[in-house]
């Protein structure tokens, strides 16, 4: 159950990007609980011990300790740079969880099917936009020379595709490169 669960959450990483903060946020705080579930459960905890995740906990020390310097030698911005150092911590912890959660490969391939079919149905909507000056909602960009799609209001679509093709076709041409051998 719990297995399904993680492969869900994976999946819906990349919608989850388009509807905005609240659920992209909140899909990462529950696959990292999930992580911690799983770890304690399981009393699986090397990931602790890897020497990746020393050096990125040793860097969001410096970053949450750099935001309280700030904060103490110019407070007139209140703790919001506090706040924003300290949630970085979900993102470490994300980069993790992908490992310690997807231990199979057909489960790892459920996940990437998925967001290949999610990056269809943007890239389509990409060309309707482009052709019919609006997306498949009915949005229109507030600058008719750029592509909005989903995103409503943010031109950040070709980023969003630049980085989840790039991860699908990365594990494509594995695969490919794979099976000839």
Not at 55 to 63: C, G, N, R, S
Not at 151 to 164: A, I, K, M, P, S
């Amino acid at each position: 159950m719990l297995n399904r669960i993680n492969i869900f959450l994976f999946s819906i990483l990349p919608i989850s990007l388009i509807t905005g903060n609240l659920l992209v946020n909140l899909n990462i705080i529950l696959i990292n609980f999930s992580m911690l579930y799983f770890s304690l459960k399981n009393n699986d905890w090397d990931w602790l011990k890897d020497k990746l995740f020393k050096i990125l906990i040793f860097f969001y020390a410096f970053i949450v300790l750099n935001s309280i310097y700030n904060y103490l030698i110019d407070n007139s911005l209140g703790l919001d740079g506090i706040y924003r150092s300290l949630s970085f911590l979900k993102f470490i912890l994300l980069a993790f969880a992908f490992n310690v959660l997807i231990k199979k490969i057909s489960d790892f391939e459920k996940i990437i099917k998925s967001w290949f079919i999610i990056i269809l149905i943007v890239i389509f909507d990409v060309f309707f936009e482009f052709s019919f000056g609006h997306n498949l909602l009915g949005f229109k960009s507030l600058d008719y020379t750029r592509i909005i799609s989903f995103f409503y209001d943010e031109n950040v679509v070709g980023g969003y595709l630049l980085t989840f093709s790039f991860l699908i076709c990365t594990y494509f041409l594995n695969k490919d490169l794979v099976n000839k051998k």
